[in-house]
């Protein structure tokens, strides 16, 4: 479906606090921008925000940033948060395949990808959000206590999910078929716009949580590792 241009979407995201064009001098920096130390989740293919800007209304100690390549749909996002003056919550409009370029190793907590672009093209598999290597860019800026979560309509891109994220050395360690009707993945959940519509349409609601592979460190002092890993529940 081709996006509805929006002019003067790209000069509003140029002079909004709130959104930054690919801000690779923040790197390893984000927490000097929200001027606290409270975790950080990223939203990656945010659209209109609805999602993410729910989630800094109702968690405060929580720092969003919302991240989107189309300045037609992240501007939406925008003047909403110009309304709300959310402190813990902003936008970056950049190709997702850059992300390392702008958070450092260990700065994410946590990353929502919410109904993706499915790039049903077999040569176009790399590009997908799920794909091996796009699993092992996010590996690099979660902390060792961090995880994605993953949720879809599309059930084709659900089971080369399944089997990618496994293969990029993640742990699978929950996952639906039918999000709505399972009750302990559905507390908290909040709905996007693609959500809501698909589920109204009777369309069932794929969902998963996954789990970065075991970091190593070197302690500094001596020329053994310490391999962390904390599964949450």
């Not at 970056?92 to 499915?118: Q, W």
Request: aromatic letters at 12%; glycine letters at 4%; charged letters at 25%.
């Amino acid at each position: 479906m081709r996006l509805r241009n929006v002019p003067g979407s790209r000069d509003t995201i140029a002079k909004s606090h709130y959104c930054f064009d690919t801000p690779t001098n923040l790197k390893g920096h984000w927490k000097d921008f929200f001027k606290n130390t409270n975790p950080i989740h990223i939203e990656v293919g945010m659209g209109k925000g609805r999602f993410i800007t729910s989630l800094a209304q109702n968690n405060p100690t929580i720092n969003y940033i919302g991240i989107e390549k189309y300045s037609s749909v992240l501007v939406r996002a925008l003047e909403k948060q110009e309304e709300l003056l959310l402190p813990n919550l902003c936008f970056i409009r950049m190709d997702a395949e850059d992300i390392n370029d702008v958070f450092g190793e260990d700065e994410i907590s946590r990353i929502y990808l919410n109904f993706s672009d499915p790039w049903p093209k077999d040569r176009h598999a790399k590009r997908r959000l799920t794909s091996v290597q796009f699993m092992n860019r996010y590996e690099k800026l979660l902390t060792p206590t961090g995880r994605l979560e993953f949720k879809t309509d599309n059930r084709p891109l659900f089971d080369f999910s399944l089997e990618s994220i496994p293969e990029a050395n993640w742990d699978l360690t929950t996952y639906t078929f039918d999000l709505h009707h399972n009750e302990e993945l559905m507390v908290g959940n909040i709905m996007t716009e693609y959500e809501e519509r698909f589920s109204r349409e009777g369309n069932p609601i794929c969902k998963l949580i996954a789990l970065p592979p075991k970091k190593t460190y070197n302690n500094k002092k001596g020329n053994f590792y310490l391999e962390i890993h904390f599964l949450l529940y």
